[in-house]
């Protein structure tokens, strides 16, 4: 079983950069899929962004678009969440994704991360 911990969090003035880390440990070989979630309180969660671990190809949620980008580095299972011009609604726990089937086939993520706080102020 793949387990998942998020990194990089922090508290970022609007306009700003952060980029969250997530690494993934234990048994991750089979892992096709990676994503990034975030959750605001009293807000449903989110889908941020999700990468094939195999064929690299993306999604991003339209709110993020243009501003994230998801990316991996398989060799050091790890992935990444390099996040731009920064908004104060980006404010939210940041969850990192993992799950063994195609990421066309996932509606919900199997295996989760603790989370890292972002908090973006204005």
């Known amino acids: 079983q793949v387990q998942l911990v998020e990194s990089g969090g922090g508290s970022v003035q609007a306009g700003g950069s952060l980029r969250l880390s997530c690494a993934a440990s234990g048994d991750s070989g089979s892992t096709k899929c990676m994503g990034w979630y975030r959750q605001a309180p009293g807000k449903e969660r989110e889908r941020v962004a999700h990468i094939s671990t195999g064929g690299g190809s993306t999604y991003y949620a339209d709110s993020v678009k243009g501003r994230f980008t998801i990316s991996q580095d398989n060799a050091k299972n790890m992935v990444y969440l390099q996040m731009n011009s920064l908004k104060p609604e980006d404010t939210a726990v940041y969850y990192c994704?993992?799950?063994?089937?195609?990421?066309?086939?996932?509606?919900?993520?199997?295996?989760w991360g603790q989370g890292t706080q972002v908090t973006v102020s204005s």
């Open positions: 994704a993992a799950d063994d089937r195609y990421c066309w086939a996932i509606t919900k993520f199997r295996v």
